[in-house]
């Protein structure tokens, strides 16, 4: 009995050992486990601030899309405006050109009145 009671003070020893090996990681991991538990609230206090920003900028990007399509919609209406003009102006110039070549026949035409002689009123 003496040998069975040596032998269980033994196996008692090193099951004591191993115990105490196990209680100090597992308090190990429960302070890991805090400091993890810590770092994941964090995380998601990140993300959710990421998400937030991520809101804003999708609206300011609609918003810009928005304002791009009304501007590109005013440069085309001006677009088409000067094209307006620019033909407005070639007749313009057409027009006066012609006016231009009528005043100088009439001038011709007076001139070689004046030089023959004949002046307008006389017959």
Known sequence: MTAELGEFTKWRGSVEARLGRLEAVSDEHVGKTTQHE??????DADLSKIQVEFRAQ?????????????HTVALRKLETGQEELRRGQEELWQGQA????????IIGLLGRDIDSGNESGDS
């Open 38 to 43: 810590g770092l994941l609230g964090s995380v």
């Open 98 to 105: 012609k006016v231009l070549a009528g005043v100088q026949t």
């Open 58 to 70: 999708r609206g300011m990007l609609q918003a810009l899309h928005i304002t791009q399509n009304e």
